[in-house]
């Protein structure tokens, strides 16, 4: 259903030398699944996924949704292609001067929606899929994170896309907001059949929503697996920043000032650290 072909996104800011963010990236992604990307922080991850609707346009690539290649439609196409693809973010990025139902109406006036009944009826239908009615005439300043995400689902949802883009989702949310968070993921996935592009650096959040994952490093993926594996313990990453992700934990050296010395010392004399 999405086919990202040689997609390569080169930064060039005043002065700095230029920054691939995105390097020769080729994936597909299946109708009706749930894609994971993980990597760390200025891997590229969220440019991959911002190309995919344009809002950051690749360099250089394509971009095929069900067959048309996004990177050449005129301005009005490309509008109305992107109705079919909805986004999240972390900052959950709500108008505070708006109400619930306001915030979610105002993506379907963007995307032409032109009569008042039929945008009353949508953001209707978008707030019930997400359990969120009962909040409609609140400010988002009054809401939880976890609730204020939920609205900015139901935002994306009212449009109805057939593609979620979800940029690092659940990442300003504590662990118990962001299962109820990914739990609305994998329903909406489940029940209307939209496909699910999850960007993220947390591993918990790839194991228990995706169906597929790739791992990004410097605008590259370098290793895609499918998730299920995450479940067999002797399953190993091949690349060293597959290991590390899929390995749980923060690991902390506690080790006294004058140990570490010692063992560097130590480590040095055998040829240094790996
Ligand atoms: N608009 C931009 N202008 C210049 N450099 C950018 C821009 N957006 C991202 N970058 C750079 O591209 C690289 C990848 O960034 P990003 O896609 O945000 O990574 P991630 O989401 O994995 O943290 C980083 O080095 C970042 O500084
Ligand atoms: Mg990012």
Do not use: W
Request: hydrophobic share 40%.
């Amino acid at each position: 259903m999405i086919s990202l072909r040689n997609l390569s996104t080169t930064f060039t800011t005043g002065g700095n030398d230029p920054v691939t963010a995105v390097d020769d990236v080729s994936l597909e992604i299946d109708r009706g699944s749930i894609q994971g990307i993980i990597g760390f922080s200025g891997a590229g991850k969220s440019t991959l996924l911002r190309n995919i609707n344009l809002l950051e346009r690749p360099t250089s690539g394509e971009v095929i949704i069900d067959g048309v290649d996004l990177m050449e439609l005129s301005d009005e196409e490309l509008r109305q292609a992107r109705h079919q693809i909805g986004m999240i973010f972390q900052g959950f990025n709500l108008v505070n001067n708006l109400t619930v139902a306001q915030n979610v109406e105002l993506s379907l006036k963007f995307a032409g929606v032109a009569k008042a009944h039929d945008r009353r009826v949508r953001v209707a239908e978008a707030l019930e899929i997400i359990d969120i009615s009962d909040k409609a005439t609140v400010y988002p300043a009054k809401l939880s994170g976890g609730q204020q995400q939920r609205v900015a689902i139901a935002r994306a949802l009212a449009t109805r896309p057939r593609v979620l883009l979800c940029d690092e989702p659940t990442s300003a949310l504590d662990p118990f907001t962001t299962a109820t968070v990914l739990q609305y993921l994998a329903d909406i996935n489940r029940e209307l059949g939209i496909t699910v592009v999850v960007v993220t650096h947390e591993m918990e959040v790839i194991k228990a929503l995706t169906d597929h994952v790739a791992v990004m490093e410097s605008g590259r993926i370098v290793e895609r697996f499918a998730a299920k594996r995450l479940q067999d313990k002797t399953f190993e990453p091949t690349t060293a920043i597959g290991r590390y992700l899929v390995s749980d934990g923060i690991h902390v050296d506690r080790r006294q000032q004058h140990d570490v010395d010692e063992a560097s010392t130590a480590e040095l004399a055998v040829g240094g650290r790996v």
